[in-house]
């Protein structure tokens, strides 16, 4: 089964999107990355207020898999981590672009939302 991106987030090269709001972004995982993974069994998120460069790694995803890191897909202060996926990760899998989603950011560098992938080329590089 082809998996779908929405065409309205941004995309980075290790799996992470961000969806936008106003100059927030939410971050997440690809419908990709959580089918690779398999099932997932613990998350570790970031504390709010802290600062990340675009790249700097974020937290981590553990699965039966394997523990992957998670990357700052832009620049930006913490506002929020999605506390609730600390006792419920599998939630991550079910709604990965809506109750999956991991962090929200205030973007400090909002240009760089120019360097990420559009859901096209995020498909084109997956090979999905």
Excluded: C, N
Excluded at 18 to 34: H, M, N, Q
Aim: charged share 20%; hydrophobic share 40%; proline share 5%.
């Amino acid at each position: 089964m082809a998996l779908t991106y929405p065409p309205e987030l941004h995309y980075t090269v290790t799996h992470e999107y961000v969806a936008l709001s106003g100059d927030v972004a939410v971050v997440g995982i690809t419908a990709f990355a959580v089918e690779e993974l398999g099932d997932i069994t613990y998350v570790e998120l970031p504390v709010v207020g802290r600062t990340f460069s675009r790249g700097e790694r974020l937290g981590t995803i553990e699965s039966v898999k394997a523990v992957s890191d998670l990357y700052a897909p832009v620049s930006g202060v913490v506002t929020a981590v999605h506390e609730e996926l600390v006792d419920a990760p599998e939630r991550i899998a079910s709604d990965p672009y809506g109750e999956g989603w991991l962090v929200k950011m205030q973007l400090t560098k909002p240009e760089e939302l120019q360097e990420l992938l559009t859901a096209a080329d995020y498909q084109a590089q997956v090979g999905d």
